[in-house]
């Protein structure tokens, strides 16, 4: 088995990753380490460091779990809207930045990637860089920030995050609904598009995900929350109940706040047996009929029980399987379906199995690794 440390400093870190360097000792972080390696464990990096109301940015190590960050933020009347809902709380702002993992309710705020201001990185020599800062003209130029955090660029440990915050809404209103049809589920979806109802976040699970988790399996169902002033939640929300009753949803639950529904499908995004491929496809609205329909047919005739779910209103699907590992056979079909549909594959899945990417891109992000990392020390 390999060796595991756990530093409670950026010093203690920024020691373990110099001595690596120096004797050309691979390290594996966010990753399984082989028997030669060391595997650094950031769970006990987990100070909020600062929350600074006034700029509304709040500092914090990469081991802090987003259910704790909301908790104290809250506290405070404010929120890091990633962190924002139940189905990350279990995850750590390292996780959320290195896997790349997309903001449940960038409907409404935007991408995850736009709520980090600046970063502290121990690069694999063990010098540290600072990125970004705490206001608006310390990220223009070159974002170097967004440049070290993207998924899986392994160019460095990042030990801070400087993290933009929001006031917490007045008000919210969930709701979660199931439909007998996937058409109607649809229909649905863009008749809310059209009308402008804009909710924090809208996510499905399809009939397969559900049978994975529990045996109590009514329809398709919809998850979604409206947030913001009192008087502009409660009437975009009765304007989804009513689309709903249009296209003969079931209303599973109406809530003044995030829901027990939501609560309990949080378990999508937690770590279990199940293997997850976290915003693995992205697809036009308009073509997502025609690829659930095809990756149903996939599962069918391989034998997989497997399901989608995600940001449908975006076109962001997510995979689970009940199996803990995946058929390649099968990621194989379903990436050529997805193709075939006009969407695209976002390649977490060749980053866990550690395919190397082609292309000019990846020959840049090659380049860019061998610069930073010389050695190729960091999850080698």
Not at 189 to 214: G, N
Not at 312 to 341: C, M, S
Request: aromatic share 10%; net charge neutral.
């Amino acid at each position: 088995m390999s060796q595991s440390v756990s530093p409670q400093s950026i010093e203690e870190l920024q020691h373990v990753v110099r001595t690596s360097f120096d004797t050309g000792r691979p390290i594996y972080v966010y990753r399984k380490g082989n028997n030669e390696g060391l595997t650094i464990d950031l769970s006990k990096l987990n100070k909020i460091i600062e929350i600074d109301a006034a700029n509304l940015v709040a500092t914090v190590n990469p081991g802090v779990k987003l259910g704790k960050l909301a908790e104290q933020l809250a506290e405070q009347g404010l929120r890091f809207i990633p962190a924002d809902t139940p189905f990350y709380h279990d995850k750590t702002i390292g996780q959320l930045f290195y896997e790349g993992c997309s903001n449940i309710s960038s409907l409404k705020y935007g991408y995850t990637k736009h709520f980090l201001m600046g970063s502290e990185i121990v690069l694999p020599t063990g010098e540290v860089l600072k990125t970004g800062g705490k206001t608006v003209k310390n990220v223009t130029g070159y974002d170097f920030t967004r440049f070290f955090n993207a998924p899986y660029t392994d160019y460095g440990i990042t030990a801070k995050f400087l993290l933009k915050l929001l006031p917490l809404p007045e008000t919210r209103k969930g709701l979660a609904a199931t439909f007998t049809e996937l058409e109607q589920l649809l229909a649905f979806v863009k008749d809310l598009k059209d009308s402008r109802v804009v909710p924090a976040y809208l996510l499905w699970s399809d009939l397969s995900v559900q049978s994975i988790f529990t045996a109590d399996v009514q329809g398709q169902l919809i998850m979604m929350e409206f947030d913001g002033l009192y008087e502009e939640a409660s009437e975009q929300s009765q304007s989804a109940i009513a689309l709903l009753e249009k296209h003969s949803g079931t209303i599973q639950e109406a809530s003044d706040g995030c829901g027990q529904t939501a609560i309990k499908w949080s378990m999508l995004y937690q770590p279990g047996d199940k293997y997850v491929l976290t915003d693995e496809f992205k697809i036009a609205f308009t073509r997502q009929e025609e690829f659930i329909k095809a990756f149903c047919a996939i599962s069918r005739n391989r034998c997989v029980q497997a399901g989608l779910f995600g940001q449908l209103a975006e076109g962001k699907l997510n995979i689970a399987l009940a199996a803990p590992e995946p058929e390649a056979g099968f990621i194989d079909a379903v990436t050529k379906a997805i193709t075939e549909a006009g969407g695209i594959s976002s390649g977490k899945y060749d980053r866990i199995t550690g395919k190397r990417g082609s292309g000019v891109l990846a020959e840049l992000e090659q380049r860019a690794k061998a610069a930073f990392d010389p050695k190729k020390i960091l999850n080698r």
